[in-house]
């Protein structure tokens, strides 16, 4: 009996060294599918902040202009600003400056 036990020993050796192998092989190709979602996950992270950043931007940039429109529907002085520097509208009487920049020689 004691062959007996020694051929069962080494038959259950070799099954367990089987199995771990089946794991491992198992083990690797779950990581071998799983690598590039995972990389394409932390690409679409860092998307997702700069996006994000952007977004905060355009609202800022929002919020300005809405109190630059709330300005100009409620003063009249920040209406005349934007008359005498976008659309050079000057009060009768007043003198007209302007300077012209010099253009390089080529």
Request: hydrophobic share 40%; aromatic share 4%; charged share 30%.
């Amino acid at each position: 009996m004691p062959g007996d036990h020694t051929s069962k020993l080494g038959g259950n050796t070799f099954g367990f060294y089987l199995a771990c192998l089946v794991v491992l092989l198992v083990l690797l190709g779950a990581a071998v599918l799983l690598l590039p979602v995972l990389r394409d996950h932390r690409s679409k992270e860092r998307e997702l902040i700069r996006l994000r950043a952007e977004l905060e931007k355009l609202k800022a940039e929002r919020n300005e202009r809405l109190a630059e429109v709330a300005d100009l529907k409620n003063s009249p002085a920040a209406v005349e600003k934007v008359a005498r520097e976008k659309f050079k509208l000057v009060r009768p009487g007043d003198t007209v400056l302007e300077y012209q920049t010099p253009q390089k020689k080529r």
